[in-house]
Structure formats: structure tokens, C-alpha cells
């Protein structure tokens, strides 16, 4: 997993719903390892997704792999709590 120092991850094209300010929208695709960082995991894992079918990912050039943010909203859903849980029925 690349290792980003805290000025790097600063430079990263991506906008978070906090920062108040949002002077560019959103990107649709991000590289695996914005990816990583948005959703706290590593690289190898997200790999791991793209191989067993779960990410589905684009070759952008000759190495440069980026996924949709969109898939990865729908890959990394949170767990319900509370009244979002659903009994079931046996």
C-alpha cells in the first residue's frame, strides 16, 4: 500500500461534504490508492475485490487503474443499527 504523507493526501482531487467549500465537483473515478484512503482499506484489498468480480475497475492507459466512486459506495455499505434492523422471519 503507497504510504501518502499528510501534504500529499491534502493534494488529492477529492472533495469531502465537510470542507464547506466545494470548488470543484466531486470526480466520478478515483486510482486505487484514493480509494484506499477514502474507505481506510489497502490497495491489496481492493485487488482482491477487482479479481473476485466485487469492484469492477478500468485500465486508463497502460497501468493506471481507477474505479467509479459510485461502485465503491456500493461495495462498502455501512451496517444498519438500531431501527434499521430487520427481524427475520423464520
Known sequence: M???SERQLRT???S???SG???MPAPEWVS???AAVLHGVSVDTLRR???EGRLPAYRFGDRLIKVRIEDLDN????IPVGQQLRRRVS
Open 2 to 4: 503507497t504510504n501518502f
Open 12 to 14: 488529492l482531487p477529492l
Open 16 to 18: 469531502s461534504p465537510f
Open 21 to 23: 467549500q466545494s470548488t
Open 32 to 34: 486505487l490508492q484514493q
Open 49 to 51: 475485490r477487482i479479481r
Open 75 to 78: 461495495l462498502f455499505r455501512p
